[in-house]
């Protein structure tokens, strides 16, 4: 198996094996890490973009961390309440070294949770950029980046907190219930409107 088809395959099993959940915060330096992520099976942006980094690490492919600023219709009424904004300071993405070149992949959005919300998971293919849900399936404005924080080889975990406690003082714990399942019950009331 090439190093490519190695990148693509390790996306895939971290999008879709580890469930995005952003209700479940923890921001330790061992919340944080990869190991804990695999364990939990669960993670929001962050944790699984530094999964899949240590992951192609580990196989000897060259990764980093990058970061964004944006704006994610793909949350819950009770989340937006929380953070009190639809912006997400440091959204999390992985970057890989393939055949000469840095290449995004973001393993965020895990398929069910795409496709409880009428959105086509995010692909990656090893050659081309993945990196945000830019239309849902009928065409509507689902996420687009605001700001462009850069490239880190190790998570600049400090920075991420000082920003998190300015920006989402209701944010910094863990939200009581089941993402997928409220973002999956919004999204229904959305189709009767």
Partial sequence: MSELEKAVALYHSVRDEIRYDPYRLDLSQEGMKASTTLKNRYGWCVPKAVLLAACCRACNIPARLGFGDVKNHMSTERLRRQMQTDVFYWHGYTEIFLEGRWVKAT?????????????????????????????????????????????FDDLPLAEIMTTFKYHYQGLLETINGDFEVEAANEAREDLKV
């Fill in 107 to 151: 393993p965020a959005f895990n398929r069910s949770l795409c496709e409880k919300l009428g959105l086509e998971p995010l692909d990656f293919d090893g050659v081309h950029d993945s990196i945000f849900h830019s239309f849902d399936k009928a065409g509507n404005r689902f996420m687009e980046y605001l700001h462009q924080r850069g490239s």
